[in-house]
């Protein structure tokens, strides 16, 4: 019962998340619609800056861009993992089409490629400590390519979550 009230409660504040973003939706957001986590933070890499909210809780790098309709030009997602390992993402939820790059430990893309939107096929899977999910084709347009270095600074006192 207690994990049935937990879920409705996130329902409802996903809910009220969404409604609040589409009355405010702006330019000037990181993400134009739809949850986020707080921090927000630019990532750069070939010259071209992205504004992004990151993901380095479970639940935040869980609930990722699903349900945004729409990304504001130059912004995405960095998730952030606590350590090394294979990992695979989809677009289950997510109606967005984005672009992924798989970042290593010393912040070398070691990975690019385009999501086609809600679909589970897999994306992914070489040995990763970052990723950072941009507009479909943005990584195309910067002409962003893989062993490049990303730059950016996580936020003092962000909490990096293990995965299990």
Known sequence: MTSLIRYSARRVAVAAWLALCAA??????????????PAAN???????IATVAIAATRATREQGLMGVTKLAADSGML??????????????????????????LNRKIVFIEDMAPN??????????RYALEVNHGWFAAHA?????????????????????
Do not use: Y
Request: charged share 15%; aromatic share 8%; proline share 12%.
């Open 144 to 164: 962003v390519t893989v062993g490049m270095t990303v730059a950016f600074v996580l936020p003092t006192g962000i909490v990096i979550e293990p995965d299990p």
């Open 24 to 37: 405010s939706c702006s330019k000037e957001s990181p993400l134009c619609c739809g949850p986020t986590p």
């Open 119 to 128: 679909t589970l096929v897999t994306h992914g899977g070489p040995m990763m």
């Open 79 to 104: 998730f952030v993992f606590a350590d090394d390992r294979q990992r695979f993402f989809w677009m289950k939820d997510t109606p967005t089409p984005l672009s992924i790059a798989f970042i290593d």
């Open 42 to 48: 630019t990532v750069t890499v070939n010259g071209a």
